[in-house]
């Protein structure tokens, strides 16, 4: 999930960067209005969602879930 204030400027280029020599081979899905907002990225190479998670996860929020009672 983005951080609440967005992601940094740098992080973001750097994002946009590793995204771009990767065209066509993820989907982005993404709900940005509501208050759940999260941004998920499919990749079709485990390599490149290995590689996207070990420089990006530690810039972004982790989703809580919480059980249904």
Request: with cysteine; charged share 30%.
């Amino acid at each position: 999930m983005p951080p609440f204030a967005g992601f940094d400027e740098s992080v973001e280029e750097e994002m946009i960067e590793f995204l771009e020599q990767r065209v066509g081979t993820f989907d982005l899905y993404g709900e940005i209005e509501s208050g759940d907002a999260f941004v998920r990225y499919c990749f079709a190479r485990i390599e490149d969602a290995q590689a996207f998670h070990s420089r990006f996860a530690a810039a972004a929020h982790k989703a809580r879930f919480h059980a249904a009672s």
